[in-house]
């Protein structure tokens, strides 16, 4: 017992020492940001328009400096950014502009993305130091914001605070709007969700489940299937990989036909759902990443079939319903606090792994929301 | 003046004649129909299923016998076909069924369409003899029509009893649903038509210029643009087979975008105008004629652009809206007794000219709604 005692004791005591060094730590940095210090800054920088897939080495990890002080007079914000988020619409960015509706990277420079941020200076009347924000930031350990106004301020954190770059946030909202706006989702409706164990797409089938809908997802590995009925609650599930015939294994799931589609892909899977839609449903086109990596096209050919089924097929983006995310958060937090809506994330730990989460997102080795942990605090 | 005098006189007694043989020989078939005889019956009858563009020899005028007389205890009506409709859609049902959406023509059959008849016998509570109706009817001089609860008694005889298989028909309807109703059509919007002078495309055209819209057709040849710009009102037209570039020539009439697609011919056309719609613009998919002769669809290679610009297509059929046909003929008939609608057809006379009245339709070769007097009274 003494010798447990003892360890204990130690134990305790290196803690106390480790916590009061990385408080006296924090405390210091804090003390440089206010202090506008020039400090050293990692940043990942897209080298060039990519073609195809990315590979990590599409992107350069790279040292750079910042000054932790907003320009006299500008209402920027600095922030030090914590988590940020590998969204698959960030491949788009990637590519030489075709058309005036994407601003893309440019090569040489930081890409950006949604992030998880600490408000190290402001010109902001809306934010002051220490204030918790999510929205676009760079992919850097420090930013310099001068477009706040799309900046959320955090008011909760009894919750992860990964989470608002996820259920919380854009993918949460994009679940919500497609779901119960885009697709008028109610009671009995049949649902069906590709890319389901993804960002968004867990949480449609989650919300599904909650409508008291019959929902089966799709995704590209085992362990994705596994989660989708074990963790997430989908009636069923299967691996989209595994079936030679995409209309057939709708057919089989969905005998009666499919009410609502969630698509997040495009493509293959899109034809093979208008085959096997039920009168009047509703496809939400969210996403189409199996064509996000191709130079060209893959056609759909079945749009005939939303003649004979009366389908509605509509396109959106989360950005139009940004007034609507007080009412999304009333409506979510109760059921993450209680444990009836859940979320998975796979978190690639430090920047400098950013470039391979973010090229393995886009292969769809994640498994769930995809995200960097920057900085822990 | 006294050989003119005469040879009047003489006109007008042979005119008299005439008018009473026609009248006598009227009465006398009536008496026929009335007594239940046996009658022959002229018939279009598809040879087989058809593959690629339809010729005339794929369907064979014969000629049968008809009993005009409801069988006993049955609610069925007998009709005299007057007018019947060539319609796109027909070609779909001589294709060998591949979906259970379509029930197709029976290979040695009657084929079957809209048309505008006479009751001249009747087993319904809801149709008396002499009765003019509309609705499905075989292309042949008398049917038998069993489902009698489609069939509409026309009531208002002031027009052409023809623009009950056009603009007071079921293409009447399908441009008011679909402009109207699936396109939420207001004044100022910008409003592409495609297959513009067809049966629907003048219609939605005209409807778009009495909703103070900005409205362009397309079409495929010189006579038909002319008649877009010059009969109807379009604010503009173009002849799609002389464009080499489809969306740079949608891009020429609709330099901000198209907020309206009235879809009836798919493919090629519909990619294009995807790379052409403004932010929330509607599509509706009425038909797609560019693909019915073909045994594979061509794909759709621009849906992500629904997402960009959060476009809603949605597919539609006149069927689900038959209830709003009293408020349609309100609507339209003072439009068209005050001429501020009009309507073109195109006319084939006589039965055994149906099938290459259909076969020109397919091939685009008609100027305005497309029909087939099989006897005019």
Same mark, same amino acid.
């Given at each position: 017992?003494?010798?447990?005692?003892? +360890? %204990?004791?130690?134990?305790? !005591?290196?803690?106390?020492?480790?916590?009061?060094?990385?408080?006296?730590?924090?405390?210091?940095?804090?003390?440089?940001?206010?202090?506008?210090?020039?400090?050293?800054?990692?940043?990942?920088?897209?080298?060039?328009?990519? =073609?195809?897939?990315? #590979?990590?080495?599409?992107?350069?990890?790279?040292?750079?400096?910042?000054?932790?002080?907003?320009?006299?007079? =500008?209402? @920027?914000?600095?922030?030090?950014?914590?988590?940020?988020?590998?969204?698959?619409?960030? $491949?788009?960015?990637?590519?030489?502009?075709?058309?005036?509706?994407?601003?893309?990277?440019?090569?040489?420079? #930081?890409?950006?993305?949604?992030?998880?941020?600490?408000?190290?200076?402001?010109?902001?009347?809306?934010?002051?130091?220490?204030?918790?924000?999510?929205?676009?930031?760079?992919?850097?350990?420090?930013?310099?914001?001068?477009?706040?106004?799309?900046?959320?301020?955090?008011? +909760?954190?009894?919750?992860?605070?990964?989470?608002?770059?996820?259920?919380?946030?854009?993918?949460?909202?994009?679940?919500?709007?497609?779901?119960?706006? %885009?697709?008028?989702?109610?009671?009995?409706?049949?649902?069906?969700? =590709? @890319?389901?164990?993804? *960002?968004?797409?867990?949480?449609?089938? !989650?919300?599904?489940?909650?409508?008291?809908?019959?929902? %089966?997802?799709?995704?590209?590995?085992?362990?994705?299937?596994?989660?989708?009925?074990?963790?997430?609650?989908?009636?069923?599930?299967?691996?989209?990989?595994?079936?030679?015939?995409?209309? *057939? *294994?709708?057919?089989?799931?969905?005998?009666?036909?499919?009410?609502?589609?969630?698509?997040?892909?495009?493509?293959?899977?899109?034809?093979?759902?208008?085959?096997?839609? $039920?009168? !009047?449903?509703?496809?939400?086109?969210?996403?189409?990443?199996?064509?996000?990596?191709?130079? =060209?096209?893959?056609?759909? &050919?079945?749009?005939? +079939?939303?003649?004979?089924?009366?389908?509605?097929?509509?396109?959106? @983006?989360?950005?139009?319903?940004? +007034?609507?995310?007080?009412?999304?958060?009333?409506?979510?937090?109760? &059921?993450? $606090?209680?444990?009836?809506?859940?979320?998975?994330?796979?978190?690639?730990?430090?920047?400098?792994?950013?470039?391979?989460?973010?090229? @393995?997102?886009?292969?769809? $080795?994640?498994?769930?929301?995809?995200?960097?942990?920057? *900085?822990?605090?």
């Amino acid at each position: 017992m003494c010798r447990i005692s003892e +360890h %204990v004791q130690v134990t305790t !005591q290196y803690y106390l020492h480790f916590t009061r060094e990385r408080e006296r730590e924090t405390e210091r940095q804090r003390q440089r940001e206010e202090s506008g210090a020039m400090v050293s800054n990692k940043q990942v920088v897209l080298r060039d328009y990519v =073609s195809g897939f990315p #590979t990590e080495e599409d992107m350069v990890v790279r040292m750079g400096e910042m000054k932790l002080e907003v320009p006299p007079g =500008s209402k @920027a914000v600095v922030v030090k950014n914590l988590y940020l988020s590998c969204d698959t619409y960030m $491949r788009l960015l990637m590519n030489r502009s075709t058309t005036d509706l994407l601003t893309p990277y440019t090569p040489g420079s #930081t890409i950006a993305g949604f992030g998880v941020a600490r408000i190290v200076d402001s010109g902001s009347p809306n934010f002051k130091v220490g204030d918790l924000v999510w929205g676009t930031t760079g992919w850097e350990e420090y930013s310099l914001i001068t477009k706040t106004e799309d900046l959320k301020k955090i008011e +909760h954190t009894d919750v992860p605070l990964s989470y608002f770059l996820g259920i919380l946030g854009m993918p949460g909202m994009t679940a919500y709007v497609g779901f119960y706006k %885009v697709c008028s989702a109610k009671k009995g409706d049949t649902v069906f969700i =590709s @890319a389901a164990s993804g *960002a968004i797409g867990q949480i449609v089938g !989650q919300f599904a489940k909650l409508t008291g809908c019959y929902v %089966v997802g799709c995704a590209g590995s085992k362990e994705k299937v596994d989660l989708l009925k074990n963790r997430f609650g989908f009636d069923d599930a299967f691996n989209y990989k595994e079936e030679r015939n995409l209309a *057939a *294994a709708l057919k089989r799931y969905f005998p009666e036909g499919i009410d609502i589609y969630y698509d997040n892909v495009g493509g293959k899977m899109l034809d093979a759902v208008l085959l096997n839609m $039920r009168f !009047q449903g509703r496809i939400t086109l969210c996403g189409m990443v199996s064509q996000y990596n191709s130079d =060209s096209q893959e056609g759909v &050919h079945n749009l005939m +079939h939303a003649i004979y089924k009366r389908v509605r097929i509509e396109g959106f @983006a989360v950005q139009d319903h940004c +007034h609507e995310y007080p009412k999304f958060l009333e409506f979510l937090l109760p &059921h993450i $606090r209680e444990g009836k809506i859940v979320y998975v994330e796979d978190t690639a730990e430090g920047l400098e792994n950013g470039p391979s989460a973010l090229v @393995a997102l886009l292969k769809g $080795r994640n498994v769930g929301k995809q995200l960097v942990v920057v *900085a822990r605090e």
